[in-house]
């Protein structure tokens, strides 16, 4: 429960402070003190905070705007390196912010909870827009799990026609890609599931980890867990495909993911759509893996 809270806030006061009022007091059958509070209340405790948008996230997300921000924070969603030229104040001024923090020599997202606020405050507006283009249950199969290949096929359609209009209208155009996926799966997830997000300086990629409860139980009984790497082809094909995979099997086997979908997106202008639209099996250390060109 103690790692639960401290990955979801890193200590920060008003942030447990919220989290535990959530989880314990929000609710009237909440506050029964011989009642223990389990780990699924404190995750979602954690969702309500987010799709809440207290004072203190909203206050945070306004700042993204801010072009020093923009500026430190934009590479860490696209998994790059932080350009050079990008001012120690920039840096710092992140950091007074509360939105990274340095631990071990590297500069990260702050907590859990700023990690999921950042890319749905950047994609709030695409995904109000999104009206039909990813409704339930279109994607939900008999048995109640998510059909990802069809869900994946509507993604690299709808990207298709209109990644280009869609795009300019982010501020974060670099990261545009990675966020327009987590756009269009987050219309999806609200239906009753969860993405958890793993990004930052200089990974290489963005980490998405889908869970979608299977019963009546929600999340404390049998889940889908999907595991999706987004990527930007940099060195060609071939050599973006096999480190997509060796990271994909990786992350897959750190999740015990039931699926695993390594999807590349190749943004060079010369290229035709014909050309960067692909779908290929791979299997590597005994995992089999999706990947969606694109």
């Not at 209109?162 to 219309?187: D, K, V």
């Not at 940099?234 to 480190?243: F, I, S, V």
């Not at 997509?244 to 086997?253: C, E, I, N, S, W």
Request: glycine letters at 8%; proline letters at 5%; hydrophobic letters at 40%.
């Amino acid at each position: 429960m103690l790692e639960e809270i401290w990955a979801d806030t890193q200590g920060q006061p008003w942030l447990v402070n919220a989290l535990a009022y959530e989880a314990c007091f929000r609710k009237p059958e909440q506050r029964d003190r011989t009642v223990p509070v389990t780990v699924e209340q404190m995750r979602q405790a954690r969702e309500s905070l987010i799709l809440r948008r207290d004072t203190h996230l909203d206050q945070l997300a306004d700042k993204l705007r801010e072009p020093r921000v923009k500026r430190v924070i934009e590479p860490m969603l696209q998994g790059a390196d932080l350009p050079p030229d990008v001012p120690d104040d920039d840096r710092q001024y992140c950091i007074d912010l509360g939105l990274i923090a340095r631990r071990d020599g590297k500069l990260q997202i702050a907590n859990r909870i700023y990690r999921e606020v950042l890319p749905r405050e950047l994609t709030s507006i695409v995904q109000d827009s999104m009206q039909g283009k990813a409704e339930l249950p279109w994607f939900v199969l008999p048995d109640g799990s998510l059909d990802m290949d069809k869900l994946l096929d509507a993604f690299v359609q709808f990207f298709r026609e209109h990644s280009e209009s869609w795009l300019q209208r982010y501020a974060y155009h670099e990261a545009g890609p990675q966020l327009l996926l987590q756009a269009f799966l987050q219309r999806v997830v609200n239906g009753g599931g969860r993405i958890a997000r793993e990004y930052g300086l200089g990974r290489g990629r963005t980490d998405l980890f889908l869970q979608w409860p299977l019963s009546a139980q929600g999340f404390t009984g049998p889940m889908q867990q999907v595991v999706l790497e987004l990527k930007i082809q940099h060195k060609g094909k071939a050599a973006t495909l096999a480190t997509g995979l060796a990271q994909t099997a990786r992350y897959a086997d750190q999740c015990g993911a039931d699926s695993a979908h390594l999807l590349i997106f190749d943004r060079d202008p010369a290229t035709t759509w014909d050309d960067k639209i692909y779908r290929e099996q791979h299997s590597l250390g005994g995992r089999n893996i999706s990947v969606w060109g694109m």
